[in-house]
Nanobody, 122 residues
Framework: QVQLAESGGGLVQTGDSLRLTCEASGRTLSYYEMAWFRQAPGKEREFIGGISGNGDRTLDVDSLKGGFTISRGKDKMTLYLDISNLKREGTGVYYC???????????????WGRGTQDTVSS
């Protein structure tokens, strides 16, 4: 069983860049298709992007392309989300998630971290 823990959130300004980290314990992340989700205040948790177990494929959201980059650490225990040119609508709790299928569906992922809060101010 894998446990996930996100970090790197905080208070940032519009236009800033940010790196969020998801660290695994208990099992390497190479067993899982991994994804990042964001939950803005008062909204549903939404898929931001995902990456395959060996890192050779990514799944992006067309409307978010250019703003988010997902990558895996060489140690196979870390997942990253690089966010560039942050906007106020980027405020929310960011979650990493692991599953056996690389999809946009929230219900397809069954390992979740507790999330890290990112607040974007103008």
């Amino acid at each position: 069983q894998v446990q996930l823990a996100e970090s790197g959130g905080g208070l940032v300004q519009t236009g800033d860049s940010l790196r969020l980290t998801c660290e695994a314990s208990g099992r390497t992340l190479s067993y899982y298709e991994m994804a990042w989700f964001r939950q803005a205040p008062g909204k549903e948790r939404e898929f931001i992007g995902g990456i395959s177990g060996n890192g050779d494929r990514t799944l992006d959201v067309d409307s978010l392309k250019g703003g988010f980059t997902i990558s895996r650490g060489k140690d196979k225990m870390t997942l990253y989300l690089d966010i560039s040119n942050l906007k106020r609508e980027g405020t929310g709790v960011y979650y990493c998630a692991g599953g056996m299928v690389l999809t946009e569906g929230r219900n397809d992922y069954y390992h979740w971290g507790r999330g890290t809060q990112d607040t974007v101010s103008s």
